[in-house]
């Protein structure tokens, strides 16, 4: 497994002993200018139609941890991603950033600060990259200040282009992108929206082997800066890039941890192998 990319911490200007009247300020300030961004779930339910699809799962995602979910078709990956956006009615508890999800509209979730991608990229193949991204970042501007030549692009338009890879490719449309670009496209309209919370259905499905590597490349960047989950059924790719991996069976947690850790846990090899896996259960087969 390929370790995350290390972080740079800022260089120290100037050093010297603590000031514990400026810790005292910090003690009283307003809790709310230090909040770090996370996930945490406890106690989520989703039942249709008396099916429970997700019982009871708690988890809690990190910024800077790049989390996968994995687990068989029904495991309720898909659809625990759902109850976090607001698709599908569940109940628990849903928190990010402090704000409780849990009941509310998709449209304000997304205010929240939570956005997501599907298998499918969900970009206008008729616009260029850059309008692609110039609407995702002006939803309040009228569509023909949007779609107008622009003179100049706004900051967070150019630094998604540069981040995602695709500043070479902003006149070009969007229909002309190979796959992979498009999901990376897609990344970028929610890096635009201030999308704080990403989760991404699936984003190497269909993509070459060149692709894969440059996305995981790009998830680790973005996950040192904002919070990341991938539901995820491609191993090899999971193994390369993840931070930390949630194994769901029947819509529960089934383990959690390091990819090494989930590798060599018996439920999951029992899960993914069958019970007569026996001795061939190791953690290399069960990869």
């Known amino acids: 497994m390929t370790e995350p990319m290390p ?16 810790l005292e300020t910090v003690i009283a ?3 709310t200018r230090f909040r770090h961004d996370y996930l945490e779930i406890r106690g989520l339910r989703v039942v249709f139609d008396g099916f429970v699809a997700v019982a009871g799962v708690d988890l809690t995602v990190t910024q800077g941890d790049l989390r996968f979910l994995i687990g068989p078709n029904g495991a309720g990956k898909t659809t625990i991603v759902d109850a976090i956006t607001g698709l599908a009615p569940a109940t628990g508890s849903i928190r990010f950033g402090g704000v409780e ?5 998709s449209h304000k979730v997304a205010r929240a600060g939570v956005g997501r991608t599907f298998q499918t990229a969900s970009v206008f193949d008729e616009l260029t990259v ?17 779609l107008r030549r622009r003179k100049g692009i706004p900051d967070a338009v150019e630094a998604a282009l540069e981040t995602v890879g695709l500043a070479h490719a902003r006149d070009l ?12 496209l897609e990344i970028g309209m929610l890096l635009v929206q201030d999308a704080r919370l990403l989760l991404l259905d699936e984003p190497v499905a269909g993509m070459s082997q060149a692709e894969r590597e440059e996305t995981g490349q790009l998830l680790q960047r ?7 989950v991938v ?3 491609d191993m090899e790719f999971l193994r390369s890039f993840a931070s930390s991996v949630t194994v769901l069976h029947q819509g529960s947690v089934l383990s959690e941890g390091t990819v090494a850790q989930v590798q060599a846990d018996p439920k999951v ?6 019970r007569g896996a026996g001795a061939r259960g190791s953690s290399k087969e069960a990869s």
């Open 7 to 22: 972080t740079t911490a800022a260089p120290l200007i100037g050093e010297g002993s603590l000031d514990p009247d400026a």
């Open 173 to 184: 449309p969007a229909g002309v992108l190979a796959h992979g670009q498009k999901q990376w």
């Open 29 to 31: 300030a307003d809790e």
């Open 101 to 105: 999800l849990v009941g509310k509209a």
């Open 222 to 228: 973005i996950g040192a800066q904002r919070t990341v």
């Open 269 to 274: 090899v029992e899960v993914y192998l069958g």
């Open 231 to 233: 539901v995820e059924h």
């Open 130 to 146: 850059l309008q692609n991204l110039d609407i995702a970042a002006g939803a309040g501007r009228k569509a023909r200040v949007m």
